[in-house]
């Protein structure tokens, strides 16, 4: 019998905690069969979703939906090149995450270069438009608004031109609500592409750039919104097991850099960069790394189920799996 420590919360939209002592091999055990038909249907394994880290050269296209929900949206996007008109969102705030390669965000709140891992609001209504260099970024889209919990890194500023070679020309404008969904236009026009960066001369808040700094460990929190929190998390190898369980949202993940293997009541299932996964709430879990890791996780009050087929599913069997890693620690 093993004896693992388990932490119970309703973070971050609660402040209540508990930690307690669990049996692991009982923790993870599903009830007999013959309870099941008192109880409710067999919960499914965890599911994981991939998408490339590496730009491959693609023909501009819409972002893919991984996630997608009533309060939150959550895209996968790559792209080289100019992005081909400005956007405007009319019913969320858009924040931007970073994967690999250039990207040139204009607004008019600013102007910012984006480094990998770094992440962007943008607040409802401001008009942007994209310059990317073998760009894969994510973008949430939710209800805000999304106040920021750490300081930021950096900021936006009028830059004209905002890249070299730019060239200010007549734009599509398209407005979306929605949460910036395929279906969600609601408005189109020209625009002029020098009005909207001079707007970045008196807009009262520039854009502002925010990099996870936490040490190694727990949870560091960057947004919170009425819905949906989002934060990163940053591993050293660990081999200790310790469980987490969330009573107030479901977690969706994204792993960024490294593997980490989720050990829970939903199965076990190696995440490499590039993958995403939902816990969700009442399921406990830990985390198992060889190395550093790194994830982005988005806490979120409402169900946002998958917009696609996941690519694989979790080991149901996490006794069965854990027995056999136990034993190679022991042999090593």
């Known amino acids: 019998m093993k004896i693992v420590t388990e932490t119970i919360s309703g973070e971050p939209f609660d402040r209540p905690v508990r930690t307690v002592e669990r049996d692991e091999a009982r923790l993870l055990q599903p009830p007999p069969e013959q309870m099941m038909r008192f109880l409710s249907p067999k919960l499914e394994p965890l599911a994981v979703y991939s998408f490339p880290t590496v730009y491959e050269p693609v023909e501009f296209a819409r972002p893919r939906g991984v996630f997608e929900g009533s309060s939150l949206r959550l895209e996968w996007q790559t792209l080289n090149g100019r992005q081909p008109f400005y956007h405007r969102n009319a019913d969320v705030d858009e924040i931007g995450y970073q994967i690999c390669g250039g990207r040139t965000l204009i607004t008019e709140c600013g102007t910012i270069e984006f480094g990998t891992g770094q992440f962007a609001r943008i607040p409802v209504g401001v008009a942007h438009d994209n310059y990317c260099r073998d760009d894969i970024h994510l973008i949430f889209y939710l209800h805000g608004p999304a106040d920021r919990c750490v300081e930021p890194v950096g900021h936006g500023a009028y830059l004209s031109p905002p890249f070299p070679g730019w060239e200010a020309k007549p734009m599509v404008e398209v407005t979306t609500n929605n949460l910036g969904g395929p279906d969600g236009a609601v408005g189109y026009s020209m625009a002029d592409e020098d009005l909207i960066l001079g707007a970045a001369k008196t807009f009262p808040d520039m ?7 936490a040490a190694a460990g727990e949870i560091e929190w960057l947004y919170h919104a009425p819905k949906v929190w989002i934060g990163h998390t940053l591993l050293e190898r660990t081999t200790e097991r310790r469980y987490q369980r969330r ?74 799996w854990l027995a056999a890693y136990d034993s190679k620690l022991e042999t090593a």
Do not use: M, W
């Open 207 to 213: 854009l502002e750039i925010l990099e996870p700094r």
């Open 247 to 320: 009573l107030g949202a479901d977690e969706l993940q994204y792993q960024a850099e490294g593997t980490r293997t989720i050990v829970s009541q939903r199965g076990v299932v190696t995440l490499n960069p590039g993958d995403f996964t939902c816990i969700p709430r009442g399921c406990s879990y830990a985390n198992l790394t060889d190395g550093p890791s790194k994830h982005v996780s988005l806490l979120t009050l409402e169900n946002v189920p998958p917009a696609r087929e996941p690519s694989r599913l979790a080991d149901p069997d996490a006794a069965a």
